[in-house]
């Protein structure tokens, strides 16, 4: 197995093919799962060594048992690194001998137990008990009579006594196989037990040669008893399944045709310790306790008072997972097989085969089994393909198991899943052990799951749809949304027992609970594990195939088996046998209308028909019920089929309404009312009917049966009845709720609309706000702006007016200046005419005489007439001196007080000029910045009105700069 | 189970997946939506037409197919639309009939393989026809398919038979090979192309 491991990176630790995308995942968990194991392993071997203490402490034998057991552990390693030392050798000689065995874990633990037979041997108690359950069987496939009485008597001991004629073909059997164990032992004590085991062969095929000539007779050694470690569980287990047969055998004997209600016949005859046992299990499954096995094993304990069995400790083991090396043998034990095998039984089985192909022409029955043959031929290569175990001869195993048991059971024959179970029990187990297990698996756990209708498979779907509809309301609601019914996937779960479907580790963990509580719970608390662990992600999803695909891969990659089964269990206590019963009970009748429909392919059924026109139909059958009853009145399966039409059209209330999910609310509305309506109106009809039938088998037939079994059918009914109406009352007030939820959806809806409108309002709002003040900013700096110019502007004015004004007082002074200038003028001319009088005069003095005085005043008058003509020009450029005040060249003559005057009036003048220039620059100055300030605005903000401002300031700064033009133009005047 | 899973959804053109109808197609003209069901006898190849078409692989040793597995896979044909198969792959035992009415009940299409080395098959085939006539929705689309063409020299069911059938039921006949991948696109291509198309208003 290890080297196997090494080899082959993408399987798993049990040699299966690992998808590519969970290689990774599966990695991840290897180390959990090899730590898991290792707990387990110690738990369970802690939990052996406990049983054995305390049940036989004082028993010298249980401790030579117990070192043997050690012993016998000690021989398996050798073994097993024997054989892997075999197993690289490529040239295997031992192939033949070693065979099937060679890469079977199983059959590793087979070879181990060889010794325990000795013990068997020599210890005769143990196979006395033995002996006593070997002739059960027997008796059970025989069906003898007296078999009641044995079965009735349960501390086994005693059948020793009651029953030594019938074990008197069994003993004759005895010899035989001690003297096989006799020399089993020998062989095995050989340093090479494989050569051994080859000539132990040999004998065997001598022995029942003609039986094995279709199977090569190397293989047949097949069978290997559990390690005697394991007898405490495997005896409880095995009174389990006396159980279960004992109240199978009391249905047949009692009632050979199939009705529905088999339960309740049982009632009416049987041996009173048959009833007995049969109420003890009927109160069993009915107790609403935790844990069926339980329960049932606290009845056990007290019928076999020899073991106190600690169930809660082995249950709980079991939840923790069987250790890989013990599962193999406490599956058989979990299954009974000890107690379910018929020596021989097996190899009689495949030796039919040669029968059959002889009488083949003139047994037309035997056409079936052919048919299997080939389904089964057709399928052996597709059983895990790949797998290393399933080799040549893993198939040829494969093929007798699958056959043998198509001819052990004809009413099922062989069915696709079976090859799966096989295949993985043949992985675990010899191919007997694995066939009796299979036996046991299929016949009691699964029984009617397989046949040829699949009818319990249906039936328990349904039971799943009621189940997943209870617990996850939401998740179901969602997946009729998309259009997803619950069965498509659940379905192949259930038929392949979760195989292929979860990651291996998961499926072990899964079987090693179902086979430990023996019935169908465990599959369906596994399926509501899984629908709580993935409903959330389920109901994101948006489409019907994004939902299946991501259910079938999110199982599929369920490597948390720890996890899961322990959801399972622990999550669903309530989900009991006692529970699945009732509802089984409650959804049978519809899968059987559907299934003899379809078997006799008449009327055309279809779910296309609404439930308005099923209802319809539906109530006017009982009418036609009774006439037809009339007619035939006695005739069970008309009734049957008649009674269980209407159970169908019952169930369609919960199943038909899921199947049909409507799309609207409205609509499922009225038909849930109609169909509670109908459904009280239908049930008094049939009451009647059902009173007035009665009343005929009464007076005519007094045929007991009957009688009884309308009895039972008629509280079966009204348990109905009632539970429809309970089912119309919660549907009308889930109607309400969901009304209610409607208004309230719907409303919700308005006020988020409204909300959401007020929202968007709001937000517009605060937009247009927010907008205002940005307005608001640009026309408050426009305004401040403005305020600036007209400040500007006014100073201007100001200034213009101080100019004008300084305009006005230097005309004045200019005036001034030019009157006193006109004055100096006149007294100039004046003086000029005196001094021309003063020449005149003096020159007729000096005529007279001349002196050099005169010569001075000659010389001294050309400077006068210079400055006169000087003035006299000046007088004529007067703007030319205006504008450059240059040195101004006066007479001395001109009086000094008017000279200094127009220099003075000069001298305030320039200033002024000056301040006017620099306050001109600095306007000009002030506006070139606003303008630009504006330019600004305007380039950041351009909205209209900053245009508008814009416009207003050019045009006042126009004014000013007119202002100003005008203020030059003035003052040039002035000028 | 030959497969549980399907590859990550390849498709371009998804829908909004709100508009779900119950006769397995969508009301998007652009963007088909179809629920197909795969039937036929044990063994004629239904699940290796599935996993050629989805993932392209074709495996001789697949497994058993218990009860249904579902794949889904988007074409985009010619005309621009989008058709996404959800596609039902059903356990070809007979036993396993019972259980089809669950998985062809509300499909748009339904795809019958026969095995042309095989009468036995072709028989089954048409009590599929049969069976869906009868109980299927209907204006279900049907396709016979003609598995495993490669094996012609082992051939046992003439083309012509097929043909003559198919036209009979008014339904689609190609012959295929999942193992060379013949004809597997152009099966579903055509499937594609027959839907009946949503009005588009």
């Known amino acids: ?975 | 189970m030959g497969c549980s899973s399907s590859l990550p959804d390849r498709s371009t053109g998804r829908l909004g997946g709100l508009n779900v109808s119950e006769s397995g197609g969508v009301a998007d003209a652009k963007n088909l939506r179809v629920k197909l069901v795969l039937l036929g006898d044990s063994g004629v190849g239904k699940s290796c037409i599935v996993l050629r078409f989805v993932r392209g692989q074709f495996d001789p040793t697949s497994k058993v197919t218990i009860g249904a597995s579902f794949l889904s896979q988007t074409i985009a044909l010619q005309d621009s639309t989008t058709v996404k198969f959800e596609i039902w792959d059903t356990a070809g035992q007979e036993r396993y009939a019972a259980l089809a009415p669950l998985y062809y009940r509300g499909a748009a299409i339904a795809v019958i393989v026969y095995d042309i080395t095989s009468p036995e098959t072709f028989t089954k085939a048409q009590y599929w026809v049969k069976e869906l006539q009868k109980h299927g929705s209907p204006d279900i689309v049907m396709a016979l398919v003609a598995n495993k063409a490669d094996l012609h020299e082992k051939r046992e069911v003439p083309t012509q038979d097929g043909i003559d059938y198919a036209e009979k039921n008014g339904m689609f006949f190609i012959e295929t090979s999942a193992k060379t991948a013949d004809n597997i696109n152009q099966l579903f291509e055509e499937i594609g192309k027959r839907l009946p198309r949503p009005s588009s208003t």
């Not at chain 1, 799962?33 to 387990?40: L, M, N, P, T, V």
């Not at chain 1, 195993?397 to 004809?410: F, G």
Request: aromatic share 6%; hydrophobic share 35%; glycine share 4%.
């Open chain 1, 1 to 975: 197995m290890k080297n196997l491991l090494l080899v082959m990176s993408n399987r798993d630790g049990y040699g299966f093919a690992l998808r590519p995308q969970h290689i990774q995942r599966y990695r991840e968990y290897a180390n959990i799962f090899k730590e898991e194991e290792e707990e387990r392993s110690y738990k369970w071997s802690y939990f052996i060594e406990q049983q054995q203490k305390s049940n036989h402490s004082s028993s010298s034998e249980e401790e030579r048992r117990a070192k043997l057991q050690a012993e016998a552990d000690e021989l398996r390693e050798e073994t097993v690194s024997e054989r892997v030392r075999q197993e690289d050798d490529s040239s295997d000689k031992n192939s033949d001998s070693d065979g099937s065995t060679k890469s079977y874990p199983g059959k590793e633990v087979q070879l181990s137990q060889q010794p325990e037979k000795k013990v068997q041997l020599s210890e005769e108690p143990e196979n006395e008990v033995q002996r006593s359950e070997q002739p059960e069987k027997e008796v059970q496939l025989s069906e003898k009579p007296q078999k009641e009485v044995q079965l009735s008597e349960e501390p086994e001991k005693d059948l020793k006594l009651s029953e030594q004629p019938e074990k008197e073909v069994q003993l004759s059997e005895e010899p035989e196989k001690e003297v096989k164990l006799s020399e089993e032992p020998q062989k095995e004590v050989q340093a090479s037990q494989i050569p051994g085991r080859e000539t132990l062969l040999s004998k065997e095929s001598d022995k029942e040669g003609q039986l094995l000539k279709e199977t090569k007779a190397r293989k047949v050694k097949s069978w290997s008893w559990t390690r005697p470690s394991l007898h405490v569980i495997e005896n409880m287990m095995s009174s389990r399944v006396r159980n279960i047969k004992d109240l199978k055998d009391r249905h047949n004997t009692i009632n050979g045709d199939h009705l529905p209600s088999i339960k309740k016949t049982v009632s009416s005859g049987g041996s009173t310790a048959v009833e007995i046992n049969k109420e003890l299990w009927i109160k069993e499954t009915s107790d609403d306790n935790v844990d069926e096995s339980t329960e049932e094993s606290s009845v056990d304990c007290k019928l076999a008072p020899e073991s106190f069995f600690p169930w809660k400790e082995l249950e709980f083991l079991v939840h923790e997972g069987v250790p890989k090396d013990l599962r193999g043998e406490v599956w058989q034990a979990f299954v009974g097989v000890k107690t379910r095998r018929v020596e021989r039984y097996y190899e009689g089985l495949l030796a039919e085969e040669t029968n059959t192909e002889q009488s083949k022409e003139h047994n037309n029955s035997k056409a079936a089994p052919r048919k299997w043959k080939k389904q089964i031929e057709k399928d052996i290569p597709r059983t895990f393909p790949g797998h290393p175990a399933l080799d040549e001869r893993g198939r040829d195993s494969l093929r007798r198991v699958l056959v043998a048991y198509a001819r052990h059971n004809p009413s099922v024959g062989y069915c696709q899943a079976m090859n799966f179970f096989a295949g993985l029990l043949l992985l675990l187990m010899p191919e007997e052990n694995a066939f009796w297990t299979l036996v046991g698996i299929l016949d009691d756990y699964f029984d009617g799951y397989y046949t040829e209708e699949m009818i319990e498979s249906q039936v328990d779907q349904l039971v799943f749809e009621e189940l997943i509809r209870e617990k996850f309301p939401k998740l179901v609601n969602h997946l009729d949304y998309l259009g997803v019914q619950v069965a498509w996937i659940s379905g192949p779960w259930f038929l392949s027992i979760f195989i292929n479907m979860l990651p291996w580790e998961s499926v072990l963990r899964v079987w090693d609970v179902v086979l430990f509580e023996g019935n169908r719970v465990m599959l369906f608390r596994t399926a509501l594990a899984l629908m709580e662990l993935y409903g959330p992600a389920l109901v994101t999803t948006k489409d019907a195939g994004d939902a299946i695909t991501l259910l079938q891969s999110l199982a599929g990659s369920t490597f948390d088996s720890s996890q899961l089964v322990l959801t399972a269990c622990m999550g669903y206590l309530a989900v009991t046998e006692a529970r699945l019963l009732e509802l089984r009970e409650k959804h049978r009748p519809a899968v059987l209308v559907v299934v003899e429909e379809r078997s006799k392919g008449g009327r055309i059924w279809k779910d296309s028909k609404g439930l308005a026109s099923k209802l319809y139909s539906f109530k006017h059958d009982p009418g036609s019920l009774v006439k037809e009853k009339k007619v035939s009145e006695g005739d069970k399966s008309m009734l049957e089929s008649h009674s269980s039409n209407l159970d169908d059209f019952l169930s369609g209330l919960s199943v038909d309404s899921e199947v049909d999910s409507l799309p609207d609310p409205q609509e499922h509305v009225i038909s849930l009312f109609l169909l509670s309506l109908h459904c009280s109106a239908a049930f008094l009809n049939l009451m009647k009917v059902i009173h007035l039938m009665l009343d005929l088998c009464l007076k005519i037939h007094k045929y007991h049966p009957l009688v009884v079994w309308l009895k039972v059918e008629l509280c079966r009914l009204m348990e109905e009845k009632r539970s429809a109406v309970l089912r119309a009352e919660e549907l009308e007030t889930a109607l309400m709720e969901m009304v209610q939820q409607d208004n309230r959806r719907q409303l919700s809806a308005k006020v988020e609309q409204l909300e959401q409108e007020v929202a968007d309002l709001r937000q517009v709002l605060a937009d247009k706000k927010e907008q205002e003040a940005a307005m608001l900013k640009v026309l408050m700096r426009v305004e401040q702006e403005q305020k600036i110019t007209e400040e500007a502007r006014i100073g201007a004015e100001q200034d213009a007016a101080a100019q004008r004004y300084a305009v006005n007082v230097l005309q004045e002074k200019y005036e001034k200046a030019m009157a006193s200038l006109g004055q100096m003028e006149q007294r100039v001319v004046m003086a000029e005419s005196m001094l021309e009088a003063t020449i005149q005069y003096q020159s007729g003095k000096a005529k007279a005489l001349s002196s050099p005085r005169s010569v001075s005043s000659s010389v001294e008058s050309p400077r006068r007439r210079i400055g006169l003509f000087g003035l006299g020009w000046r007088d004529r450029n007067k703007t030319r001196f205006l504008c450059n005040f240059g040195p101004i060249t006066v007479d001395c003559n001109l009086p000094p007080i008017s000279l200094t005057k127009t220099n003075q009036v000069m001298m305030i003048l320039a200033p002024v000029n000056l301040a006017m220039r620099a306050k001109i620059r600095a306007l000009c100055r002030k506006v070139e910045t606003t303008k630009k300030r504006r330019e600004e605005v305007m380039l950041g903000n351009s909205a209209p009105v900053a245009q508008e401002h814009t416009d207003l300031y050019r045009s006042d700064k126009e004014s000013a700069w007119n202002s100003k033009s005008q203020l030059l133009a003035h003052k040039d005047k002035a000028m």
